[in-house]
């Protein structure tokens, strides 16, 4: 895929997803199923369907790596769709490091956060708590500790998403 057009993709995607999590705390489904298939029609116009398959595979990684931090209530469905977007314009290889780069920046905006709320212990307490409910009850998600649930600070995951796929971009 052309990578001067995958760039500005991920980019223009990335920044409207930033703009639409921070304003409405919701990125909307028009704009990640329509990075998604942008990327897999000029997947499949420059490069065949060899190349449609690796986005679609590209896709499919990138949701399911994502996926289990929805299932356990930890993510929006949005941040889950917008990181399989970003991922069938990036490629499998792409997705790995997206995925990596996410999660550093994800955590770094949660520390700051905590911190500067005065959460820090709450959040610990918190993940405590979660670790035990796990312990006991299996993998699922813990009826107080959620996003729909929780009382602690919110992020807009979207700024995490778009710093990862800048780190990628550039790391490419």
Not at 86 to 105: D, E, K, R, S
Not at 123 to 149: C, I
Not at 158 to 172: K, S
Request: proline share 5%; hydrophobic share 60%; with cysteine.
């Amino acid at each position: 895929m052309n990578m001067e057009l995958s760039t500005i993709a991920v980019v223009a995607v990335s920044i409207a997803a930033c703009i639409f999590d921070l304003r409405t705390r919701r990125i909307p489904n028009a704009l990640t199923f329509g990075a998604a298939m942008g990327a897999w029609v000029v997947a499949l116009a420059q490069g065949g369907p060899a190349a449609l398959g690796w986005s679609t595979a590209a896709w499919l990684l990138a949701t399911l790596l994502f996926f289990p931090a929805f299932a356990l209530g930890g993510m929006g469905a949005g941040d889950v769709k917008l990181i399989g977007a970003l991922g069938a314009w990036l490629g499998p290889l792409g997705v790995i490091y997206l995925a990596f780069y996410t999660a550093l920046a994800g955590g770094v905006m949660a520390l700051v956060a905590v911190l500067a709320r005065g959460y820090l212990r709450e959040a610990f307490r918190n993940l405590y708590l979660l670790l035990m409910y796990w312990r006991v009850q299996g993998l699922r998600p813990h009826p107080d500790l959620s996003l729909e649930t929780s009382r602690g600070p919110r992020l807009a995951y979207a700024i995490p998403i778009a710093a990862g796929a800048l780190a990628t971009l550039w790391r490419q």
